[in-house]
Protein backbone atom coordinates (compact mmCIF):
# COMPACT_ATOMS: atom_id res chain seq x y z
CA UNK A 1 0.00 0.00 0.00
CA UNK A 2 0.85 3.72 -0.55
CA UNK A 3 0.39 6.55 2.06
CA UNK A 4 -0.15 9.63 0.41
CA UNK A 5 -0.95 13.40 2.77
CA UNK A 6 -2.47 16.09 1.30
CA UNK A 7 -3.57 19.26 3.12
CA UNK A 8 -7.17 18.63 3.20
CA UNK A 9 -9.97 15.94 3.80
CA UNK A 10 -11.90 17.31 0.67
CA UNK A 11 -9.12 16.79 -1.48
CA UNK A 12 -7.85 13.80 -0.01
CA UNK A 13 -11.39 11.86 -0.88
CA UNK A 14 -11.48 13.36 -4.34
CA UNK A 15 -7.78 11.61 -4.72
CA UNK A 16 -8.68 8.47 -3.03
CA UNK A 17 -11.41 8.39 -5.63
CA UNK A 18 -9.15 8.87 -8.19
CA UNK A 19 -6.43 6.59 -7.33
CA UNK A 20 -8.24 3.70 -5.79
CA UNK A 21 -7.72 0.78 -2.92
CA UNK A 22 -3.85 0.62 -3.42
CA UNK A 23 -3.73 3.86 -1.74
CA UNK A 24 -4.47 5.72 1.37
CA UNK A 25 -5.23 9.77 1.39
CA UNK A 26 -4.22 11.05 4.51
CA UNK A 27 -5.09 14.82 5.08
CA UNK A 28 -2.63 16.84 7.52
CA UNK A 29 -4.86 19.98 7.75
CA UNK A 30 -2.57 22.38 6.64
CA UNK A 31 0.60 22.67 8.97
CA UNK A 32 1.06 20.37 11.79
CA UNK A 33 3.84 21.85 14.04
CA UNK A 34 4.81 25.87 14.22
CA UNK A 35 7.07 28.27 16.63
CA UNK A 36 5.54 28.30 19.98
CA UNK A 37 4.98 31.86 21.05
CA UNK A 38 7.37 32.49 23.90
CA UNK A 39 11.00 33.53 23.88
CA UNK A 40 13.46 31.96 22.33
CA UNK A 41 12.04 29.70 19.68
CA UNK A 42 13.89 31.50 17.36
CA UNK A 43 17.70 31.48 18.10
CA UNK A 44 19.33 34.45 16.30
CA UNK A 45 22.89 33.64 17.73
CA UNK A 46 22.65 29.99 17.16
CA UNK A 47 22.49 30.30 13.43
CA UNK A 48 18.91 30.97 13.47
CA UNK A 49 18.50 27.86 15.53
CA UNK A 50 14.49 27.20 15.37
CA UNK A 51 12.16 25.09 18.58
CA UNK A 52 9.01 23.48 17.13
CA UNK A 53 6.11 22.70 18.53
CA UNK A 54 3.20 20.02 17.69
CA UNK A 55 -0.19 20.96 18.52
CA UNK A 56 -2.27 18.25 20.16
CA UNK A 57 -4.82 17.64 16.60
CA UNK A 58 -1.22 17.67 14.63
CA UNK A 59 -0.10 14.98 17.05
CA UNK A 60 -3.84 12.93 16.49
CA UNK A 61 -3.27 13.11 12.68
CA UNK A 62 1.15 12.18 13.08
CA UNK A 63 -0.19 9.20 14.73
CA UNK A 64 -2.59 8.19 12.38
CA UNK A 65 -0.03 8.82 9.56
CA UNK A 66 2.49 7.17 11.34
CA UNK A 67 0.16 3.95 12.08
CA UNK A 68 -0.72 3.63 7.91
CA UNK A 69 3.08 3.67 7.66
CA UNK A 70 3.36 0.08 9.40
CA UNK A 71 1.70 -1.48 6.38
CA UNK A 72 3.02 1.10 3.38
CA UNK A 73 5.89 0.48 0.57
CA UNK A 74 5.75 4.06 -0.19
CA UNK A 75 4.94 7.38 1.46
CA UNK A 76 3.95 9.93 -0.94
CA UNK A 77 4.35 13.79 -0.17
CA UNK A 78 1.27 15.60 -2.07
CA UNK A 79 0.64 18.89 -0.31
CA UNK A 80 0.57 22.25 -2.07
CA UNK A 81 2.66 23.22 -5.26
CA UNK A 82 3.83 26.28 -3.44
CA UNK A 83 6.12 27.51 -0.70
CA UNK A 84 3.83 26.46 1.89
CA UNK A 85 3.08 23.09 0.41
CA UNK A 86 6.49 22.45 0.34
CA UNK A 87 7.80 23.68 3.75
CA UNK A 88 4.42 20.88 5.13
CA UNK A 89 6.12 18.12 3.16
CA UNK A 90 9.30 19.11 5.33
CA UNK A 91 7.31 19.56 8.79
CA UNK A 92 5.90 15.82 8.22
CA UNK A 93 9.24 14.05 6.76
CA UNK A 94 10.95 15.44 9.94
CA UNK A 95 8.60 14.48 12.59
CA UNK A 96 8.45 11.21 11.34
CA UNK A 97 12.29 10.98 10.95
CA UNK A 98 12.27 11.71 14.92
CA UNK A 99 9.67 9.31 15.47
CA UNK A 100 10.92 6.83 13.50
CA UNK A 101 7.53 6.13 12.21
CA UNK A 102 9.38 5.17 8.63
CA UNK A 103 10.40 1.74 8.28
CA UNK A 104 13.51 0.68 6.31
CA UNK A 105 12.85 0.42 2.76
CA UNK A 106 9.97 2.75 2.18
CA UNK A 107 10.27 4.67 -0.44
CA UNK A 108 9.81 8.40 -0.05
CA UNK A 109 8.46 10.69 -2.82
CA UNK A 110 7.45 14.50 -3.93
CA UNK A 111 4.61 14.80 -6.00
CA UNK A 112 3.16 18.38 -6.91
CA UNK A 113 0.26 18.88 -9.47
CA UNK A 114 -1.49 22.23 -10.57
CA UNK A 115 -5.19 20.80 -10.62
CA UNK A 116 -7.49 18.41 -8.77
CA UNK A 117 -8.02 16.15 -11.91
CA UNK A 118 -7.49 12.77 -12.87
CA UNK A 119 -4.98 13.34 -15.24
CA UNK A 120 -3.30 15.76 -13.19
CA UNK A 121 -2.57 13.53 -10.68
CA UNK A 122 -1.70 10.41 -12.32
CA UNK A 123 0.76 12.79 -14.50
CA UNK A 124 1.79 14.27 -11.47
CA UNK A 125 2.78 10.24 -9.82
CA UNK A 126 4.86 9.33 -12.73
CA UNK A 127 7.02 11.99 -12.17
CA UNK A 128 8.39 12.31 -8.65
CA UNK A 129 11.38 14.51 -7.15
CA UNK A 130 12.78 14.80 -3.77
CA UNK A 131 11.68 18.05 -1.33
CA UNK A 132 13.26 21.02 -3.30
CA UNK A 133 15.78 22.12 0.32
CA UNK A 134 15.96 25.63 -1.55
CA UNK A 135 11.92 26.37 -1.16
CA UNK A 136 12.08 25.28 2.05
CA UNK A 137 14.81 27.45 3.42
CA UNK A 138 12.92 30.38 2.07
CA UNK A 139 10.44 29.36 4.12
CA UNK A 140 12.53 28.99 7.49
CA UNK A 141 13.65 31.93 6.72
CA UNK A 142 10.60 33.89 6.03
CA UNK A 143 9.19 32.59 9.21
CA UNK A 144 11.63 33.09 11.13
CA UNK A 145 11.29 36.78 10.02
CA UNK A 146 7.71 36.73 10.80
CA UNK A 147 8.53 35.74 14.56
CA UNK A 148 11.54 38.07 15.38
CA UNK A 149 9.48 41.13 13.73
CA UNK A 150 6.46 40.11 15.35
CA UNK A 151 7.83 39.32 18.78
CA UNK A 152 9.64 42.37 18.62
CA UNK A 153 7.55 44.80 17.27
CA UNK A 154 4.10 43.55 19.33
CA UNK A 155 4.77 44.19 22.43
CA UNK A 156 5.38 47.86 21.33
CA UNK A 157 2.38 47.84 20.05
CA UNK A 158 -0.14 47.06 22.80
CA UNK A 159 1.73 49.45 24.65
CA UNK A 160 0.96 52.50 22.63
CA UNK A 161 -2.19 51.17 21.11
CA UNK A 162 -4.41 48.87 23.62
CA UNK A 163 -6.61 46.44 21.75
CA UNK A 164 -4.18 45.99 19.19
CA UNK A 165 -3.52 42.51 17.87
CA UNK A 166 0.02 41.95 16.78
CA UNK A 167 2.80 43.20 14.49
CA UNK A 168 4.04 41.77 11.28
CA UNK A 169 6.65 41.19 9.01
CA UNK A 170 4.96 42.59 6.04
CA UNK A 171 2.17 44.90 7.62
CA UNK A 172 4.56 46.79 9.51
CA UNK A 173 6.90 47.98 6.44
CA UNK A 174 3.51 48.56 4.45
CA UNK A 175 2.14 50.54 7.67
CA UNK A 176 5.24 52.44 7.35
CA UNK A 177 4.83 53.31 3.42
CA UNK A 178 0.88 54.14 3.88
CA UNK A 179 1.99 56.64 6.61
CA UNK A 180 4.76 58.12 4.27
CA UNK A 181 2.60 58.59 1.01
CA UNK A 182 0.06 59.93 3.80
CA UNK A 183 2.63 62.88 4.82
CA UNK A 184 3.40 64.27 1.51
CA UNK A 185 -0.28 63.73 0.43
CA UNK A 186 -0.46 66.35 3.39
CA UNK A 187 2.53 68.39 2.52
CA UNK A 188 1.47 68.42 -0.98
CA UNK A 189 0.06 72.09 -2.22
CA UNK A 190 -3.18 72.64 -4.48
CA UNK A 191 -3.28 74.99 -7.46
CA UNK A 192 -6.32 76.20 -9.04
CA UNK A 193 -6.35 75.49 -12.67
CA UNK A 194 -9.92 75.26 -14.78
CA UNK A 195 -10.95 73.87 -18.22
CA UNK A 196 -13.43 74.80 -20.82
CA UNK A 197 -14.98 72.13 -22.79
CA UNK A 198 -18.31 72.86 -25.31
CA UNK A 199 -21.29 70.35 -25.72
CA UNK A 200 -21.82 70.82 -30.03
CA UNK A 201 -24.25 69.19 -32.50
CA UNK A 202 -23.27 67.96 -35.94
CA UNK A 203 -26.05 68.27 -39.18
CA UNK A 204 -27.17 65.00 -37.92
CA UNK A 205 -28.21 66.05 -34.61
CA UNK A 206 -25.21 64.19 -32.48
CA UNK A 207 -23.54 65.53 -29.96
CA UNK A 208 -19.80 66.19 -29.73
CA UNK A 209 -17.72 67.08 -26.89
CA UNK A 210 -14.68 69.53 -27.35
CA UNK A 211 -12.00 71.03 -25.34
CA UNK A 212 -10.99 74.30 -25.54
CA UNK A 213 -6.74 73.63 -26.10
CA UNK A 214 -5.89 76.95 -28.09
CA UNK A 215 -6.68 80.69 -27.74
CA UNK A 216 -5.30 82.76 -30.53
CA UNK A 217 -3.06 80.72 -31.97
CA UNK A 218 -1.66 79.58 -28.46
CA UNK A 219 -1.67 76.60 -27.06
CA UNK A 220 -3.18 76.22 -23.80
CA UNK A 221 -1.07 74.55 -21.08
CA UNK A 222 -2.97 72.65 -18.06
CA UNK A 223 -2.67 75.52 -15.77
CA UNK A 224 -3.35 78.64 -18.44
CA UNK A 225 -6.69 79.48 -16.82
CA UNK A 226 -6.12 80.31 -13.37
CA UNK A 227 -9.66 81.31 -12.00
CA UNK A 228 -13.33 81.21 -12.30
CA UNK A 229 -13.11 84.90 -13.62
CA UNK A 230 -10.44 84.06 -16.54
CA UNK A 231 -12.52 80.57 -17.19
CA UNK A 232 -15.86 83.10 -17.64
CA UNK A 233 -14.44 85.90 -19.34
CA UNK A 234 -13.13 83.07 -21.93
CA UNK A 235 -16.37 81.26 -22.21
CA UNK A 236 -18.57 84.35 -23.02
CA UNK A 237 -15.92 85.33 -25.89
CA UNK A 238 -16.21 81.70 -27.49
CA UNK A 239 -20.11 80.70 -26.73
CA UNK A 240 -21.86 82.82 -29.31
CA UNK A 241 -19.35 81.54 -31.85
CA UNK A 242 -20.07 79.63 -34.57
CA UNK A 243 -18.04 76.05 -34.94
CA UNK A 244 -16.51 73.96 -37.73
CA UNK A 245 -14.86 70.73 -38.37
CA UNK A 246 -11.24 71.85 -39.86
CA UNK A 247 -9.88 68.44 -40.24
CA UNK A 248 -10.78 64.08 -39.67
CA UNK A 249 -7.86 62.47 -38.53
CA UNK A 250 -8.68 58.58 -38.54
CA UNK A 251 -6.38 55.81 -37.15
CA UNK A 252 -6.43 52.49 -35.99
CA UNK A 253 -5.48 51.70 -32.53
CA UNK A 254 -3.98 48.24 -31.01
CA UNK A 255 -5.65 46.50 -27.66
CA UNK A 256 -3.68 43.64 -26.12
CA UNK A 257 -5.67 41.25 -24.13
CA UNK A 258 -4.74 41.22 -20.63
CA UNK A 259 -2.62 38.35 -19.49
CA UNK A 260 -4.27 35.48 -17.13
CA UNK A 261 -4.81 35.56 -13.70
CA UNK A 262 -2.42 35.43 -11.06
CA UNK A 263 -3.24 35.20 -7.54
CA UNK A 264 -2.77 39.43 -7.35
CA UNK A 265 -4.94 40.04 -10.39
CA UNK A 266 -7.65 37.71 -9.23
CA UNK A 267 -8.16 39.74 -6.58
CA UNK A 268 -8.51 42.59 -7.82
CA UNK A 269 -11.10 41.73 -10.48
CA UNK A 270 -12.82 40.40 -7.90
CA UNK A 271 -12.88 42.95 -5.71
CA UNK A 272 -13.39 45.77 -9.12
CA UNK A 273 -16.29 43.20 -10.09
CA UNK A 274 -17.52 41.56 -7.53
CA UNK A 275 -17.36 43.75 -4.44
CA UNK A 276 -15.03 40.51 -2.82
CA UNK A 277 -12.31 41.09 0.04
CA UNK A 278 -9.15 39.08 -0.47
CA UNK A 279 -9.99 36.76 2.14
CA UNK A 280 -13.56 35.89 0.21
CA UNK A 281 -11.77 35.79 -2.99
CA UNK A 282 -9.64 32.88 -1.97
CA UNK A 283 -11.80 30.81 -0.29
CA UNK A 284 -14.22 30.93 -3.26
CA UNK A 285 -10.59 30.33 -5.28
CA UNK A 286 -9.80 27.64 -2.81
CA UNK A 287 -13.47 25.68 -3.38
CA UNK A 288 -12.72 25.50 -6.74
CA UNK A 289 -9.52 24.23 -6.61
CA UNK A 290 -10.86 21.58 -4.44
CA UNK A 291 -13.58 20.51 -7.06
CA UNK A 292 -17.49 20.42 -6.80
CA UNK A 293 -19.23 16.97 -7.66
CA UNK A 294 -20.28 16.50 -11.42
CA UNK A 295 -21.82 13.26 -12.05
CA UNK A 296 -21.05 11.55 -9.21
CA UNK A 297 -16.84 12.60 -9.29
CA UNK A 298 -15.69 15.60 -7.82
CA UNK A 299 -13.89 17.54 -10.14
CA UNK A 300 -11.19 20.80 -9.84
CA UNK A 301 -13.02 23.25 -11.56
CA UNK A 302 -9.37 25.79 -11.58
CA UNK A 303 -5.54 25.33 -11.50
CA UNK A 304 -3.77 25.76 -8.45
CA UNK A 305 -4.62 30.00 -6.94
CA UNK A 306 -1.59 30.61 -5.14
CA UNK A 307 1.05 31.83 -8.06
CA UNK A 308 2.85 34.24 -9.59
CA UNK A 309 2.66 32.81 -13.04
CA UNK A 310 1.08 34.18 -15.71
CA UNK A 311 2.35 31.50 -18.53
CA UNK A 312 -0.04 28.69 -19.59
CA UNK A 313 1.43 25.06 -20.17
CA UNK A 314 1.12 24.20 -24.27
CA UNK A 315 -1.39 21.18 -23.83
CA UNK A 316 -4.15 23.33 -22.14
CA UNK A 317 -3.04 26.42 -24.62
CA UNK A 318 -3.94 23.62 -27.11
CA UNK A 319 -6.66 22.78 -25.79
CA UNK A 320 -8.33 25.89 -25.21
CA UNK A 321 -7.67 26.60 -29.11
CA UNK A 322 -9.42 23.50 -30.13
CA UNK A 323 -12.19 24.91 -28.11
CA UNK A 324 -12.79 28.24 -29.84
CA UNK A 325 -12.23 26.57 -32.89
CA UNK A 326 -15.25 24.56 -32.53
CA UNK A 327 -17.15 26.62 -30.92
CA UNK A 328 -17.05 29.84 -32.75
CA UNK A 329 -14.89 29.10 -35.82
CA UNK A 330 -11.52 29.15 -37.09
CA UNK A 331 -11.04 33.29 -37.40
CA UNK A 332 -11.86 33.63 -34.33
CA UNK A 333 -9.30 31.33 -33.30
CA UNK A 334 -6.21 33.48 -31.47
CA UNK A 335 -2.82 33.15 -32.02
CA UNK A 336 -0.95 31.51 -29.17
CA UNK A 337 0.63 34.16 -27.37
CA UNK A 338 3.30 33.98 -24.53
CA UNK A 339 3.02 36.18 -21.21
CA UNK A 340 6.20 35.97 -19.01
CA UNK A 341 6.00 37.44 -15.39
CA UNK A 342 8.20 41.00 -15.22
CA UNK A 343 9.10 40.53 -11.33
CA UNK A 344 12.77 39.01 -11.17
CA UNK A 345 11.89 36.98 -8.04
CA UNK A 346 8.86 35.80 -9.07
CA UNK A 347 7.31 32.42 -7.88
CA UNK A 348 6.44 30.30 -11.28
CA UNK A 349 6.61 27.11 -10.20
CA UNK A 350 3.13 26.49 -11.89
CA UNK A 351 0.79 28.38 -14.11
CA UNK A 352 -1.95 30.84 -14.13
CA UNK A 353 -5.21 30.55 -12.88
CA UNK A 354 -7.65 28.99 -15.67
CA UNK A 355 -10.20 26.32 -15.85
CA UNK A 356 -9.01 22.75 -15.77
CA UNK A 357 -11.32 21.94 -18.76
CA UNK A 358 -12.55 24.52 -21.17
CA UNK A 359 -14.99 22.25 -22.61
CA UNK A 360 -17.30 22.67 -19.62
CA UNK A 361 -19.51 25.73 -19.23
CA UNK A 362 -20.29 27.60 -16.14
CA UNK A 363 -23.90 25.59 -16.24
CA UNK A 364 -22.61 22.60 -15.55
CA UNK A 365 -21.06 22.95 -12.10
CA UNK A 366 -23.59 25.48 -10.95
CA UNK A 367 -26.13 23.01 -11.62
CA UNK A 368 -24.40 20.10 -10.20
CA UNK A 369 -24.17 22.40 -6.93
CA UNK A 370 -27.60 22.52 -6.17
Known amino acids: MNVVIVESAAKAKTINKYLGSGYKVIASYGHVRDLPAKNGSVEPDNDFNMHWDVDPKSQKIMREIADALKDASKLILATDPDREGEAISWHLLEILNQKKAIKKGTEIERVAFNSITK???????????????????????????????????????????PGARSAGRVQSVALRLICDREAEIEAFRTDEYWTIEATLQTGKGEDVKARLTEIAGTTLKKLDIKDEASAAAIKAAIEKQDFEIASVEKKATKRNPYPPFDTAALQMDASRKLNFSAKQTMQVAQRLYEGVDIGGETVGLITYMRTDGVQIIPEAVAHI??????????????????????????????????????????????????
Not at 129 to 158: C, H, M, N
Open 321 to 370: RDVISSEYGGRYTPFAREWKTKAKNAQEAHEAIRPTDPKRKPEQPAQASR
Open 119 to 161: QSILAALKEPRKIDQPLVEAYLARRALDYLVGFTLSPVLWRKL
